[in-house]
C-alpha cells in the first residue's frame, strides 16, 4: 500500500480519485490510505496490448537448417582437430565459433530480409527493469517442468543421457572450466534464445495459433541437443529440455521479449555448470 498523505486534505472520504503515480488511471483511496485497486475512467478505453510480431515461416525453415548444419559441422570439424591435441579450451572455444557464429549471421539476415527496419522489435529483443524479477520467475516455472518430466522419465524408465555427461571428468582443468563456463551461461542462452524465442518462435505464429507454435519450439529445442553418441539416452533429454523450451516459449510469447528467457536460460544453465562440477 502507498501512503501519500500530503495528496489530499486530511481526512477524505473514501471515493476514486486521480492516481497520484500518474497516468490515466483512477485509484481508490479508502480513507486512510491509497490502495491497489485502479479502474480506467468512463469513456477511456485500456490501452490495447502489444501485438506478438510474427516474420514469415520461410525464416523458421531457414534457421532450422542453418542450425542443422551447424551443428553438424561443429562436430566434424572439432572432431577432426582433436588429433592435434590442443588444449581442450581451445576446442571448447572453436565449437562454439562454429556452432555459433552461423547462427547468428543467420538470424542478422532474416530478421534483415523478412523483418522490419526495427530488429529488435521484430523479435522481442529489448530489456526492462521488470525482467530481472521475470526472468527468475521463468526459471522456477521451466525447474517444475523438468521435475515433472523428471518423474515421467523415472516412471517410465525412459532412458536419459545429460548433455553435461564427461564434464566433471575435466574440472580440474581450470581453463577448459572457464571457457565451458562462459560458453553454457553466457553464449549459448544468448544465441539459443535468439534462433528459438525468436525467430522460429515469431516465424512459427504467423502460420500457426500461438500454443502450437509454442510447443513446436519446445520439441525442436529440444532435438537439436540430440548427440548420436548418446543413443537412446537422448529419448530422455529431448524430453527435458523441450519441456523447458516450451515454458521459455510461453514467457517469450507472454512478455514479449527475450530479455526474460535468457536469464532464465542462464541460470538453468548456471545450475547445470554447478552441478555437474561438484558431481
Known sequence: MDRVSNTWPMPTPPGWFPDPHGGVALRYWDGVRWTDRTAMPVGVAPQPREPFRTIPH???VIMLAATAVSLIADKYIVNFLVRYRWPIAAY???AAIVGYLPLVLTSRALLNRFGSDNVRDDIGLRFRTVDLG?????????????????????????????????????????????????LAVLVAPIVEEIVFRGV????????LPPWLAIGLQGVLFGAAHIDPVRGVGNIGLVMVLAAVGIVLGGAAYLTRRLAPTMIAHALINT???VLTLTR
Open 58 to 60: 520461410q525464416a523458421a
Open 271 to 273: 545450475l547445470a555448470v
Open 200 to 207: 522460429i518462435l515469431h516465424a512459427l505464429c504467423s502460420r
Open 92 to 94: 571448447v572455444v572453436i
Open 134 to 182: 521475470w526472468g527468475p520467475v521463468t526459471w522456477m516455472a521451466s525447474l517444475g517442468a523438468q521435475i515433472v518430466v523428471a518423474v515421467i522419465i523415472l516412471t517410465l524408465k525412459i532412458p536419459l543421457v545429460s548433455n553435461t555427461e564427461g564434464v566433471s571428468k575435466l574440472s580440474g582443468n581450470r581453463t577448459y572450466i572457464i571457457a565451458f563456463a562462459v
